[in-house]
């Protein structure tokens, strides 16, 4: 084998080395990423980032989501659009009673109209634990873009439960 065989051996080595140590370098940043979120939102039932600079069909990222809450709403863990997320959390998890009023509050007009003027917005209702229910809040925050313009959502749910019925 020549050299410049060999060289050109090495080089193709060296740059497959390369974007195989890349994507291992990706993936331990997303890993220590998702454990830093978990460490920070322990509290919180469920956390989703919804990208609004993207298409709707594929804008949620799920962070976290209990057991719990996957399991009494078919499809929630693997749905990536927003909008259907919403439809099914309302239909299977909603109390009821709230629904209506649920559903007209995360309306995403209006909240990215509470966050164009506030850090986060918050909606309290009751989610629906067997023949009974349980007091939960669901908050938005926004994450904004160097021009101010919100480019995405950050929404955590967790239970207030403790706190109403005191």
Known sequence: MDSEQTNKEWRKGMEE???ERRRMNGMEKD???????????EDFVCLNYVDLTTDAYENTT???ISDTLAAII?????????????RLFSQYAVYEPDRERFIERTNQ???LLHLQKNPAYFVNFR??????FSYTQMKFTADYAADRSIKGLVIGIHSIDEEMRL
């Open 17 to 19: 080395y390369e974007r």
């Open 31 to 41: 890993a220590k990423q998702r454990a830093v979120i978990a460490g920070l939102t």
């Open 62 to 64: 799920i962070f976290r």
């Open 74 to 86: 078919p499809g929630w863990a693997t749905e990536r659009n927003s909008q259907e997320r919403f």
């Open 109 to 111: 007009s209006l909240v």
């Open 127 to 132: 989610i629906r634990n067997g023949e009974d």
